[in-house]
Nanobody, 115 residues
């Protein structure tokens, strides 16, 4: 069983930056992968960025060059640094962890990009 809890969402102006955190209940290097997904109103949940146990990262084309996924094993925490935010980045952002064959999801944190 793995629990993940997001934090750090909020309201930011277009062009601004925001950081999200995801605290995991077990050693993150025991997890097969972690990542961030988002869901905007009326849209399906979509991948934002993922990182495997080995450190391989994958980003959605829409966020490449603007978002950075990283992790801190000492604190069992996953991060998402979001720069040059756009109104279309507005969504609920979910942390995800995969342990063996099971996926675990956080409750989500709202990110709103608006002037």
């Amino acid at each position: 069983q793995v629990q993940v809890v997001e934090s750090g969402g909020g309201l930011v102006q277009p062009g601004g930056s925001l950081g999200l955190s995801c605290a995991a209940s077990r050693n993150i290097f025991s997890l097969n992968a972690m990542g961030w997904y988002r869901q905007a109103p009326g849209k399906q949940r979509e991948l934002v960025a993922t990182i495997t146990r080995g450190g391989n990262t994958n980003y959605a084309d829409s966020v490449k060059g603007r978002f950075t996924i990283s992790r801190d094993s000492a604190n069992n925490t996953l991060y998402l640094r979001m720069n040059s935010l756009k109104p279309e980045d507005t969504a609920v952002y979910y942390c995800y962890a995969r342990f063996l064959w099971t996926e675990y999801w956080g409750q989500g944190t709202q990110v709103t990009v608006s002037s």
